[in-house]
Structure formats: structure tokens, C-alpha cells
């Protein structure tokens, strides 16, 4: 199936997503809320980002890779920040268990803030670490990483 920008071009000009398939950009990232019309300015800003991958696994390290120390992401917010519907939260344990070694997935939880522990054994230990409180099998949702600051431009 095609994504919602390939599925727009797609009616405008039928064949088009099958053309371009593999050098798509990105049309635009939303960074504030707001509305944009018709003869509104806009401005490029250059290279702000690096290029978001392509696969749900890539989309997965690139994101996990800059959760700060000392902040979790739940796996309700991990699924927003990838554009997966909630249907996916069923393979979070086992990009958890198949990520590289070097990847903080110990800064993903549950969504109520349950640690993955059947999957990471030493996420506690990891946590604690970082000076991240955890009550019984729970980080508090004070130390959740904010949705507000997965998209910053000037990080």
C-alpha cells in the first residue's frame, strides 16, 4: 500500500508513486501547529534534518538513537514518533531484542511505564544509571520524554 503522499500523487497522476519509487524526498515536516493556505509564503531552510530511512526498523534506530539520558519514550509515543499505527506494538519486543548493542533501547517502556525486562534483563540496572527513577517495575511519567521535543530544529 502506499504511504499518504504516495497515495496523493497517485490521484493526480496515475503511476507517478510507481515512477518515483525509491527517490522520493520528503514533501515537509510539521514542527508547529497552525494553518498554511494557498499563497501563504514559504521558505526552505536547507538541510535541517537528516533523511528520515525508509523502513520501519531504520525509522526505529534513527529515533531511538536520540532519546536523551535519563528520559523513556512509553510505546504508545515510540509509535507516534515512527507513524506506525497501534497494530505494531506487537513487534516492539522484538526490534527491543534485535536492535544493535550500541542503541539506548533501554530508554523504551510500556505504555503505562512498565520496564521490558522479559526482553531487556538489565534495563533497571541501565535506567539507574542514568538517574532514572524506577518504582517497582514502573518509570514514573515525569520522566517520559516529552512528544513536544521529538522534532526539534535546533536540538
Known sequence: FLCEPCASLERLKPGLSRKINGKRGMLGLVVADGTVQQGDRVWVVGDRFSIIPETTRGKFEEFVARI????????????????????????????????????????IVAADGRLFTQHLPDQQVDLAAEGVIVEGDRVSATQFWEAEFFHLLDP
Do not use: E, N, Q, W
Not at 77 to 104: C, E, H, Q, V
Open 68 to 107: 536523551p539520558p535519563g528520559k523513556v519514550v512509553p510505546s504508545k509515543d515510540l509509535l507516534f514518533a515512527l507513524g506506525l499505527t497501534a497494530s505494531y506494538a506487537r513487534t516492539i519486543p522484538t526490534m527491543l531484542k534485535k536492535s544493535d548493542p550500541r542503541l539506548p533501547v533501554h530508554r
